[in-house]
């Protein structure tokens, strides 16, 4: 059996999800709220964080290990071309979603609206929210960019590079924080995703006290 | 001829540096103070961060995304176990690192102390300094747990997991940040680590103004 610990508002754990799902691989997901992890989940993960994948004995964490995991033990469909060149194209964009975007948009909108209130840690502070509403014109362009000239992300192929930005995307559009009118070619790659059956499982989250947008599970938004 | 756009104390460019060195790959390195990147350098990495590494007509970004693609096209010596669980494990610490430990440490106390300092963003924030010389004893004993019942941190060889926190560590050495007195077995690690050929570039970095530790490039520290 495989067991995934997560948050259903991770963008980590929605790009393991979409990974584990895209392979067809059967898990069992194990909410965790990783602000009240304990210490038996620090056994399993010291840096104290979700995703965890449990497979019997094995325990991985890191989400960009898992994926690279789960790539390596299942290679059908694959999620990474077989080209070092191309494959650094994938690897670049999944730490651009993971470590640029997060720090400038996911956690300026979604964490400020939702994380810091499950977490007991007061309000939306606005000089964020700000930054994070500027800051994802920026990257919906950026995207519409190298939409213009390839079929996904980083290429011809869907890859992680995809997962990981629709992991984020997916996130934002649950607190109402994406404007799809602006770039019509991102629109049309994330209607493409969405529709997978991988999503399915993402569009069906709920984070109680939190409504998603209304369009947030709707293929025609 | 490789390239590699580079900050002397940024851990990202110290790991790639180090991975480069390691396979005897000759590079020119091309200081690239971040702050000040103009638009030439956004067009080689819109993320306007450095490592990039330029080989020809082929330019990379992302300093995990370079060093797997290293990795990959120089096997040898190779840097990563070929057991996908292994692989995992080296990864895993390599995000150890360049995530929690850059969060929790390096950007408390060496960008408060020297980054700060040379993009004028005024003096380090004494709340963040006293929060990174509390974090480095939990990170420096988690080392030394690992080293307790491994030869190097993933395992009974060297990988890019060491290279990652020599990296970082080799920074914080730099400002006098690591009380190498904690833990013996994380001493030994370093100075085995220190000692290789691959490490000579980096005790010899100097950035005006910041004088290193006057054993930051002692091998008998």
């Not at 999944?94 to 964490?111: I, M, R």
Request: glycine letters at 4%; hydrophobic letters at 40%.
């Amino acid at each position: 059996m495989i067991q995934l610990y997560h948050f259903a508002l991770s963008p980590f754990c929605r790009k393991v999800r979409l990974t584990l799902a895209e392979k067809k691989m059967e898990v069992v997901l194990e909410p965790l709220p990783y602000w009240e992890a304990g210490s038996e989940f620090l056994r399993m993960n010291p840096a104290g964080k979700v995703p965890v994948l449990r497979m019997d004995r094995l325990i991985l964490s890191d989400s960009q290990a898992i994926c690279e995991y789960i790539e390596e033990t299942m290679p059908e469909p694959p999620l990474m071309p077989r080209d070092p060149e191309k494959r650094a194209e994938v690897r670049r964009l999944v730490a651009w979603f993971d470590d640029k975007f997060h720090a400038e948009v996911t956690s300026k909108l979604v964490y400020e609206r939702i994380n810091k209130k499950l977490t007991r840690q007061g309000y939306p502070d606005g000089t964020n929210v700000k930054s994070g509403v500027k800051a994802i014109k920026f990257h919906l362009d950026y995207m519409g960019w190298l939409l213009d000239q390839r079929r996904w992300l980083a290429g011809p192929d869907m890859t992680l590079a995809d997962f990981a930005a629709a992991a984020h995307l997916s996130c934002l559009d649950y607190s109402s924080d994406v404007d799809w009118n602006r770039n019509a070619g991102v629109r049309d790659w994330y209607a493409k995703i969405k529709s997978r059956p991988a999503f399915r499982s993402i569009l069906a989250d709920v984070v109680p006290g939190f409504r998603p947008a209304p369009h947030y599970a709707d293929l025609d938004f």
